[in-house]
């Protein structure tokens, strides 16, 4: 099902769960899509038409129930388990998302972190011990794990991403400034502020 629905379509499904959670701390039990619009400056049309692609949740004058919908929203995001993260990078970004709390209440568990500078191997970032990242393929074979934060320097990104994917990573965000060759089956993210902030200088006189 997933391959047939629209990327801006699950890039929205995040957002309504952010929401949702927000809602259920509350103490909330009932919302509309009217509701979940306002909050998040979305059309209902839209949040309606978004959800229906996954199933019926909620029934016409009741609403939905806020915690049945976000749990099923975990269930399409497959967010209802906990995923192991390698990060690769121990630099400033790095080290914030080693330190991040945030990452475990959404079904993130940060595993290794990886750096190839030698002052920087061996000692700790948090409570993670940085580890060399020539070891970094056979470690994330190890473990078993699917997906990676990457936050080096462009010059080093697609070399980290291409022993990652032999590691058997399918899903990576990446925090380098430039864009990323991975094969069929592997799945990119990019973060780079940059772009957002001129994005916005659009709007701006």
Known sequence: MAKQIPDIVIGRLPVYLRALLQMSQEGRQVTSSQELGERLGISAAQIRKDLSQFGEFGKQGTGYNIEFLANQVKEILNVNRVW??????????GRALAGYNGFSERGFRIQMIFDNKPELIGTQSGPFTIKDSRT????????????????????QAQAVTDQLVEAGVKAILSYAPVNLNVPPGVHVQ????????????????
Not at 84 to 93: E, P, S, T, Y
Not at 137 to 151: L, T
Request: glycine share 6%; no cysteine; charged share 20%.
């Open 84 to 93: 192991d993260i390698a990060i690769v990078g121990a630099g400033d970004i």
């Open 136 to 155: 970094m393929k056979e470690e994330i074979q190890a473990a078993g794990i699917k997906m990676a934060m990457i936050a080096v320097p462009a010059t």
């Open 190 to 205: 990019n973060i780079d502020p940059s772009i957002h902030l001129q994005r916005m200088t659009y709007y701006l006189e």
